[in-house]
């Protein structure tokens, strides 16, 4: 891409495959639900996520739990059973020869620790987690604090995520160039009209064909 200097990430479903932890997530879900006299099973609570996934709802996993109208917190995302999507690593590594990397993402406490045991730390020039900054994605504000940190403007910046609200619209906006990859739920949801993305691909290896 021509005057890019930078690229940024998202974490989740596009760095690092979430499967797993959605299962382990639908099925804590489901177990607290038993508690209250409500059977789903958790197979069932996972397709009422891919369900407000395909709905564009803005908080699929707390709109899934609100639907059974308990007054239960419902139970915290834990990073566990997670593993790198195929490629991601070597990726990486080429792209970092090209461009400076940063990720820019709504995780939890521990985001350097966990990339670290990914074998992937040492490729990001910058880091900002929302549990750091205290601003989550869509807030256009943890792009921007971002990009100030990197010292550039969004024209010189691609961002690469798998949501279309939290991660494509925020950055088009911006001005950034935006890359969708369709991995994990967010794959269901549909593409803005007024902030398409640049380009959508399916998997990490295509990176290469437009970076």
């Given at each position: ?22 299962l ?10 038993t508690t ?11 397709k ?25 917190k419902?139970p ?6 997670e593993?790198?999507?195929p490629?991601?690593k070597?990726?990486?590594?080429l792209?970092?020869?090209k ?13 350097k ?16 987690s ?9 807030d ?18 691609v ?17 950034m160039?935006?890359?969708r ?31």
């Open positions: 891409m021509k005057d890019i200097s930078w690229i940024f990430f998202d974490v989740g479903e596009t760095l690092v495959d979430e499967k797993k932890s959605y382990n997530y639908a099925t804590r879900c489901s177990h607290q639900l209250k006299n409500i059977e789903v099973s958790p197979s069932t609570y996972l009422m996520i891919e369900d407000n996934y395909k709905q564009n709802e803005k908080r699929p996993l707390y709109a899934t739990w609100q639907a059974f109208n308990v007054r239960d419902r915290e995302w834990q990073h566990i059973n593993c790198l999507y490629n991601v070597e990726i990486l590594y792209l970092s020869q461009y400076k990397l940063g990720i820019i993402a709504n995780q939890g406490v521990g985001l620790e966990r990339l670290t045991s990914f074998e992937i730390l040492d490729y990001f020039s910058l880091i900002v929302s549990a750091d900054v205290n601003i989550k994605k869509p256009p504000e943890i792009f921007k604090f971002a990009l100030e940190k990197a010292n550039i403007n969004a024209s010189s910046a961002y690469i995520g798998d949501r279309v609200d939290n991660d494509i619209i925020p950055a088009k906006q911006l001005g160039k935006a890359i990859i369709k991995q994990g739920m967010a794959r269901f949801q549909m593409e803005s009209l007024l902030y398409p993305s640049d380009f959508i691909i399916s998997g990490f290896s295509e990176l290469l064909d437009i970076l």
